[in-house]
């Protein structure tokens, strides 16, 4: 069954804790995307990956990190830098060519308490 | 810098209905957009891949046209049924090979009373 999978669905995190949202997918993709949802909003660009072993910054990388050392795999931390991490975070994954179209995952729900 | 708006921001029309949602983007130069659907706390599902070159594209019940050169692309839900109810979200791609990542409008909430 091909997809792209995020775990936990729903995560809690104390101030000053860094957290980490996990992101695989199967489909053999070369590019890799994690977004930020708020409530009512568009998504916002946060890291991506065209490539194992690269990653860019997006438009609000400040207080995350990211590593893209398997092609199936593209984690983000949540540092404690991140000073309103409480969102709907979402990962995508597009092949080379073909339109680039985008896929994505069902989301992890981050709550700071 | 791209900016993408969709308007309306929420609709509600009765079962049968047809409808259209706007979307409109300020930057021309795009590789392609992309219509999502989404489910309260759910991830996106693609709906319509359009590429640049195209003017439109079918899916079932769904067409979604793009016309690039005025930033315009709208999609057609005909006989709109309650299973449609969710939030539709545009999104354009850049041009640039290195970044293809999307710009996302705020999304239209569409609700179909039965």
């Known amino acids: 069954d091909g997809g792209i999978t995020q775990s936990p669905k729903y995560l809690f995190r104390k101030e000053g804790q860094n957290v980490t949202l996990s992101c695989e997918q199967n489909?053999?993709?070369?590019?890799m995307y994690w977004y930020r949802q708020d409530p009512g909003q568009g998504l916002r660009l946060i890291y991506y990956?065209?490539?194992?072993?690269?990653?860019q910054k997006g438009d609000i990388a400040e207080g995350y990190s990211v590593s893209r050392e398997k092609k199936e795999s593209f984690p983000l931390t949540v540092t404690s830098a991140q000073k309103n991490p409480t969102a709907f975070y979402l990962c995508?994954?597009?092949?080379?060519?073909?339109?680039?179209?985008?896929?994505f995952g069902p989301g992890t729900r981050l709550t700071v308490l | 810098k791209q900016e993408v708006t969709q308007i309306p921001a929420a609709l509600s029309v009765p079962e049968g209905e047809n409808l259209v949602l706007n979307c409109s983007f300020t930057?021309?130069?795009?590789?392609?957009l992309q219509w999502f659907r989404q489910d309260p706390g759910k991830g996106l599902t693609s709906l319509l891949l359009?590429?640049?070159?195209?003017r439109e594209q079918t899916s079932g019940r769904l067409n979604a046209s793009l016309d690039k050169s005025s930033g315009r692309s709208t999609l057609y839900i005909a006989a709109s049924q309650p299973g449609d109810s969710a939030t539709y979200l545009c999104?354009?791609?850049?041009?640039?090979?290195?970044?293809?990542?999307?710009?996302f409008g705020s999304g239209t909430r569409l609700q179909v009373q039965p």
């Open positions: 995508a994954s597009s092949p080379s060519g073909s339109g680039n179209e985008q896929f």
């Open positions: 489909l053999n993709h070369d590019a």
């Open positions: 990956s065209q490539i194992v072993n690269d990653f």
């Open positions: 930057d021309s130069a795009i590789y392609n």
């Open positions: 359009i590429q640049s070159s195209q």
């Open positions: 999104a354009v791609s850049p041009p640039d090979t290195g970044r293809r990542a999307l710009t």
